[in-house]
């Protein structure tokens, strides 16, 4: 039962284009979202979050869409660069349990030069 | 600051037998969560520690315990070793001074790359 689902294991754009990611969740409990990117071996770094009470949260090239009806998150990443290109890893928790991440599968992202 | 550093970065065993990870948290960090990565199931949240004590716990057999020092440095131990525990295990340290999520955010370390056969 994936709580966290990335239905597109790869995305691939040309470089200055924007890219959208797309993450669907189902737990009603999730009320904080993150987006964590990966190289190959490297652990996952941390890149944005967004609470459940907001519906946007930019950070430079980077905005993060939440919409709660829907079950629906979307990473922006404008303009893309080659240096973006990485997996891409949504994932989902709840207030008191802040360390305790459920993961999407991830969306491997190429960018095109 | 030094990250989270996972040792060691690959090991190779064999069924049956059982294998010991260690993980240093980022200095000042108090929580230390352990994840699997496979290509099958992704990222899986296996358990937290917090002040030597576990915390939360994920979906996996007992095979798959840890433990927490007194400075915050954390090994996983898995028994009894099944091909299928052939994966990446991240070790991810964070403050845990809050709860709150936006004060809390999780810094992994590379990984130790397990594999069994």
């Known amino acids: 039962d994936q709580q966290v689902k990335q239905n597109s294991p790869s995305l691939s754009v040309q470089e200055g284009r924007i890219s959208i990611l797309n993450c669907d969740y189902t737990?009603?409990?999730?009320?904080?979202f993150l987006w964590y990117k990966k190289y190959p071996a490297e652990g996952p770094t941390f890149l944005i979050s967004?609470?459940?009470?907001?519906d946007k949260n930019e950070d430079g090239r980077f905005t993060v869409f939440l919409n709660k009806s829907a079950k629906h998150l979307s990473l922006h990443i404008v303009p893309s660069q080659p240096g973006d290109s990485a997996v891409y890893f949504c994932a989902a928790t709840w207030s008191g349990s802040a360390r305790q991440l459920t993961f999407g599968s991830g969306t491997q992202l190429t960018v095109l030069p | 600051k030094a990250g989270v550093t996972q040792t060691p970065r690959y090991l190779i065993k064999t069924r049956g037998q059982q294998v010991t990870l260690s993980c240093s948290p980022i200095s000042g960090h108090r929580s230390v969560s352990w994840y699997q990565q496979t290509p099958g199931q992704g990222l899986q949240f296996l358990f937290e520690y917090f002040s030597e004590t576990q915390r939360n716990k994920g979906n996996f057999p007992g095979r798959f315990s840890g433990r927490q020092f007194s400075n915050s440095r954390s090994e996983m131990n898995v028994s009894t070793l099944e091909l299928g525990d052939s994966a990446l295990y991240l070790c991810?340290?964070?403050?845990?001074?809050?709860?709150?999520?936006?004060?809390?955010?999780?810094?992994f370390g590379s990984g130790t790359q397990l594999s069994v056969l």
């Open positions: 967004i609470s459940s009470i907001k």
């Open positions: 737990n009603s409990m999730f009320d904080y």
């Open positions: 991810a340290s964070s403050l845990a001074g809050t709860g709150d999520p936006a004060n809390e955010k999780l810094f």
